[in-house]
């Protein structure tokens, strides 16, 4: 019987190691492929929460300081209406702008005690524009936000339009407008769309709705665009004045209910009420930059002085008090509304009187219709004025006078000092009287013969720029003047330091 040897296997054929060599390098190759797509799903996945995240935090950015403001501007020609110097980047597309109340620029402007408050006010609003990107930005656009810059606190470092700066908030904005728009609710205005930026503005100009479409690049090898869109909605918080008609129906100015809305009339805090208003404003050297006033503050209702620095130069919103006082009356002048297209009834007669011991007048015929023209008129008269003359305001004549005329309903002054002249005279007399005190002559005429005349009483109310002459306590001089000419029953005195 013959006895077979099976052969021995010691190791893998040459067909098996080619097989096994083959499956090893497609495993190795599948694994590395599903690696690779797995870190760029990472890539992409990091590239799209980083814009995700950019978008987000530019929308809420934007909605804290609508929640912040009184009115939102949906038409670039009234940025103007606040400041002829308001303004934004000549190289952006306006988008939308919004109208901040006054401010507090440390924590020192608000009383402990709760008394009152330091408020600065905004010269301009805060505007809200598109531009092509620059170098060193994402393409194609950024969105851009021109305005007051601010402080690690939140507070706004400066008030004042030349202090406003430009900031991008967001880079790399897209071109298409071919996205999905956000759906505005009715009564709204219509949807506006700028490149990759759509909003809509309720009627009221009080809420918002904001839509964002943002590109960027994926991170890695392919440097793929990947898009991204969010959107968010909110409102003001701030009560806007021009929206509420502060004037009643009541004789003395239902003339001004028609047109007048809070703040649109009103002046340092004084609201017009009647249709027929004079302006006595200071102009002599006390207003000047150079001249230094005693410095102190009022503590617990007395004055008291600083001694450190003595003598200081104030300002307002940065600016000296009689630079101020320009400013913020041409303003006001601006946002009246013109008499040319208003009836009779409803036309507003205005006169400016500046005085430095002597008057000067921006009518010499007295109080007329403020026209497109007198307006014109009345900027060339406040920008050529000076604060030179070192002498005290000297009122009396032109409030005695303004007491019989009946083309003036009410007389608002504003002074930084006190007159060196007190008394009637035979060479200065008030309303026929040459003897006694101008203050007590003039309430004495305006309360019992002045107010049953068919005119009624004359409204006398006051500013009191860095003194406070309204109450005498409040100032180192024990001097109220202003405060008692402003004591009848509509009139009030207004304390701006």
Request: aromatic share 10%; charged share 20%; proline share 4%.
């Amino acid at each position: 019987m013959m006895n077979i040897k099976m052969p021995q296997k010691d190791g893998f054929s040459i067909i098996e190691l080619i097989i096994a060599g083959a499956i090893s390098v497609t495993a190795i190759g599948v694994g590395f492929s599903l690696l690779q797509i797995a870190l760029k799903g990472n890539k992409i996945d990091e590239t799209q929460m980083g814009l995700n995240g950019r978008i987000n935090d530019t929308l809420d950015f934007i909605l804290d300081e609508v929640k912040a403001s009184k009115r939102i501007i949906d038409n670039e020609t009234e940025i103007l209406q606040f400041n002829q110097n308001c303004t934004f980047p000549d190289d952006s597309q306006f988008l939308f702008g919004i109208n901040l109340p006054d401010q507090a620029l440390v924590r020192s402007d608000y009383d402990p005690k709760g008394g009152q408050f330091n408020l600065n006010q905004v010269e301009c609003p805060i505007v809200y524009s598109l531009r092509a990107s620059s170098n060193n930005e994402k393409k194609p656009f950024s969105l851009i936000r021109y305005g007051p810059q601010y402080n690690e606190s939140g507070y706004y470092i400066s008030p004042s339009y030349i202090q406003f700066q430009e900031t991008t908030l967001l880079d790399g904005i897209t071109d298409s407008t071919n996205y999905k728009k956000i759906s505005c609710p009715n009564k709204w205005g219509d949807i506006k769309t700028v490149k990759g930026i759509s909003f809509c503005i309720d009627e009221f100009k009080k809420a918002i709705e904001i839509q964002i479409e943002a590109s960027d690049l994926q991170k890695g090898i392919d440097k793929n665009e990947i898009r991204s869109i969010a959107s968010i909605g909110g409102f003001t918080s701030i009560q806007d004045e021009n929206q509420i008609n502060i004037y009643q129906n009541e004789p003395n100015n239902e003339q001004l209910s028609s047109f007048c809305f809070g703040s649109q009339c009103c002046w340092m805090g004084i609201c017009l009420k009647s249709n027929k208003v004079t302006y006595i404003i200071d102009n002599s050297f006390f207003m000047n930059e150079d001249y230094l006033h005693l410095n102190g503050q009022v503590i617990d209702g007395s004055w008291e002085q600083i001694d450190e620095p003595e003598l200081i130069s104030p300002t307002i919103n940065g600016k000296n008090l009689f630079e101020y006082t320009i400013n913020s009356l041409k303003q006001h002048i601006n946002k009246l509304p013109s008499s040319n297209n208003l009836s009779e009834e409803n036309k507003i007669y205005i006169q400016i009187i500046s005085n430095n011991g002597s008057s000067n007048y921006l009518f010499e015929d007295g109080p007329q219709a403020l026209t497109s023209e007198n307006k014109i008129a009345a900027f060339s008269f406040l920008n050529n004025l000076t604060a030179e003359v070192e002498t005290a305001i000297n009122p009396w004549e032109d409030v005695c006078r303004s007491l019989e005329s009946e083309y003036i309903g009410q007389l608002i002054i504003l002074s930084a000092w006190k007159p060196s002249t007190i008394k009637a005279s035979i060479l200065q007399p008030c309303v026929g009287r040459e003897d006694g005190n101008f203050e007590e002559i003039i309430d004495d005429y305006n309360q019992l013969t002045r107010s049953k005349s068919a005119i009624g009483a004359l409204v006398i109310d006051s500013i009191s720029l860095y003194n406070n002459f309204c109450e005498s306590s409040k100032n180192i001089f024990a001097n109220d003047w202003l405060g008692s000419l402003s004591k009848g029953p509509e009139s009030f005195c207004v304390h701006i330091k």
